[in-house]
Nanobody, 124 residues
Framework: QVQLVESGGDSVPAGGSLRLSCVASGYIYSTNYIAWFRQAPGKEREGVAVIYRANGNTDYADSVKGRFTISQDNAKNTVYLQMNSLKPEDTAMYYC?????????????????WGQGTQVTVSS
């Protein structure tokens, strides 16, 4: 079993920054992927960024490249999402997810475990 707990969501003005954290516990392996997804009201869940625990390789959605950075501290089983130059369209509930045997890294169907989410609101 795996538990994921997100934190760090807040309300910020456009252009601001936030850092989200995801603490994982339970059966966590180096071959797992951990990703951040987001979902705005009335929209589908969107993959934002993913990191492969074994070597730190990352991938990003085009909409956040150059603004968001995903990183990890394996000693703390924690994954971070640094979000800079935030835009109103970044407003969403942000979820952390863990996947085993991931084939499509930014697809929600590849992930087996999910956190409860943390709300990010960006005002214009």
């Amino acid at each position: 079993q795996v538990q994921l707990v997100e934190s760090g969501g807040d309300s910020v003005p456009a252009g601001g920054s936030l850092r989200l954290s995801c603490v994982a516990s339970g059966y966590i392996y180096s071959t797992n992927y951990i990703a951040w997804f987001r979902q705005a009201p009335g929209k589908e869940r969107e993959g934002v960024a993913v990191i492969y625990r074994a070597n730190g390789n990352t991938d990003y959605a085009d909409s956040v490249k150059g603004r968001f950075t995903i990183s990890q501290d394996n000693a703390k089983n924690t994954v971070y999402l640094q979000m800079n130059s935030l835009k109103p369209e970044d407003t969403a509930m942000y979820y952390c997810a863990l996947g085993r045997g991931v084939r499509s890294k930014l697809s929600s169907t590849s992930y087996n475990y999910w956190g409860q989410g943390t709300q990010v609101t960006v005002s214009s």
